[in-house]
């Protein structure tokens, strides 16, 4: 067995783990970070990629913002389909002037990993029985294997930034924790193609007989779709004639006339879910980003919430070491949870109104639409709309 010592131990090297690492750096804190996997699996999971102004502020903060500015894609509006129709939501002019980026969660993962290796910041790869010790007490332990030899990482602190299933939370005794879950009857079938995106400058939300369907982006050449589909389907249900015909059935006519299709390079089904655990903090473990909590994709919030964490996060960590605070420490879990909730609240809402819910029948369907139809027309609910799509402020409320 070997031992090693650092402040902060970070579990999980997706965006959240990455990001608070860059941040810890800035500030000389030292940290290491392990995962489970592999830098090409971690790269090989395609997600949502829009990014409020917060994240992207933040990816400047660590020093990371050079691929968001001259890659990312700067959206405007977004705009919304019913009843074989479309309607553009002016997102930029309902609050004053703010911006979502496009960008997706692979390229700025990359990004961190390119940022972290060129700094030689130690991350462990492939870390066999990842298993987390003592993190009620002030020396909490995380051991690991890696190639069969055995190693011991003692810290002040350990970051569970490990995702949904990863170990942190499920380290936690089952009294000290309460999950609120809500998983949704149906799922995403999302298909990656090296088309132009049928919309280059907003998100294209449509609600139809059929179910939801929506069209995003990652590059000018490069489109990411997505249709609502039973749970139960498989991937191997779906070859691309069927899914290009599916989506344009969801369109409007000139949408749907204008869609460029061709062979996917990536389609991989994602389940719906909700889910918040409470507290994120057990005396010297914090949980962040996908290991506290789910929202279903639509709104994408999931890596924007991330985002939030990981900023109240450092900076908690940094007044601790920097300011012998531990006012951050001790409140981090409901500032992170206030944020949560509301992200939460969110993405159920727009779910809710977007998606066909089996059980609701016709009627349900018209008060989608009657929602919707007041929605364009009303200033209030657009701007409702639009100010939880750019995000709201980290100290909102
Ligand atoms: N030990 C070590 N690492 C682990 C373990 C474990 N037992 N379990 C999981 N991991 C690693 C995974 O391999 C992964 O690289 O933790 C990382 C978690 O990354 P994500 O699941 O991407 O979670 P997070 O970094 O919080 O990112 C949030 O991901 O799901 C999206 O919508 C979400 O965009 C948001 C973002
Ligand atoms: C995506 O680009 O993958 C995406 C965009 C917006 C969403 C969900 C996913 O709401």
Same mark, same amino acid.
């Given at each position: 067995m070997t031992t090693t010592r650092t402040r902060v131990a970070i579990i999980g090297a997706g965006p959240s783990g990455l990001l608070l690492g860059a941040l810890l750096h800035k500030a000389g804190i030292e940290h290491v970070i392990i995962d489970r996997q592999s830098p090409d699996y971690v790269l090989g999971r395609i997600r949502a990629g829009i990014l409020e102004q917060v994240t992207v502020d933040l990816l400047h903060e660590a020093g990371v913002g050079h691929g968001v500015d001259s890659d990312g894609n700067v959206h405007r509006s977004i705009e919304l389909v019913f009843k074989n129709t479309r309607h553009p939501i002016d997102v930029t002019g309902l609050t004053k002037g703010k911006v979502v980026t496009a960008y997706g969660q692979t390229e700025l993962t990359r990004d961190l990993m390119k940022h972290r290796s060129q700094l030689g910041l130690p991350t462990v790869y492939e870390a066999a029985e990842v298993q987390l010790h003592?993190?009620?007490?002030?020396h909490p332990e995380v051991t690991y294997s890696k190639d069969g030899v055995s190693h011991s990482l003692q810290c002040d602190f350990i970051a569970g930034?490990?995702?949904?299933?990863?170990v942190a939370r499920a380290? /936690?005794?089952?009294?000290a924790i309460t999950e609120y879950e809500k998983v949704y009857p149906f799922a995403w079938l999302g298909v990656l193609a090296d088309?132009?995106? /049928?919309?280059?400058?907003a998100i294209v939300y449509a609600n139809s007989k059929r179910g939801f369907a929506l069209c995003s982006m990652r590059s000018m050449t490069r489109s990411r779709y997505y249709v609502q589909c039973p749970?139960?389907?498989? /991937?191997?249900?779906?070859?691309d004639r069927r899914f290009w015909d599916e989506i344009r059935t969801r369109l409007d006519p000139e949408l749907a006339e204008r869609m460029q299709t061709g062979p996917s390079i990536e389609k991989s089904m994602t389940p719906l879910r909700s889910f918040v655990a409470e507290p994120m903090r057990f005396g010297h473990l914090f949980l962040a980003g996908d290991a506290a909590h789910i929202v279903p994709p639509t709104g994408a919030k999931g890596l924007n919430l991330a985002a939030g964490d990981v900023k109240y996060l450092s900076s908690a960590l940094i007044e601790h070491y920097?300011?012998?605070?531990?006012a951050g420490i001790d409140t981090y879990s409901q500032r992170a949870l206030s944020r949560i909730w509301r992200a939460e609240r969110f993405s159920w809402w727009l779910t809710t109104l977007m998606h066909r819910f089996p059980e609701s029948g016709a009627f349900g369907q018209r008060m989608q639409e009657a929602e919707l139809d007041y929605l364009v027309h009303s200033q209030a609910l657009s701007t409702s709309l639009a100010e939880n799509y750019v995000g709201l402020p980290l100290d909102f409320g």
């Open positions: 003592d993190f009620d007490s002030t930034c490990d995702g949904f299933h990863g380290s /936690v005794p089952l009294g088309v132009p995106p /049928v919309s280059s400058h749970s139960s389907d498989k /991937v191997e249900d779906w070859n920097q300011d012998k605070s531990d």
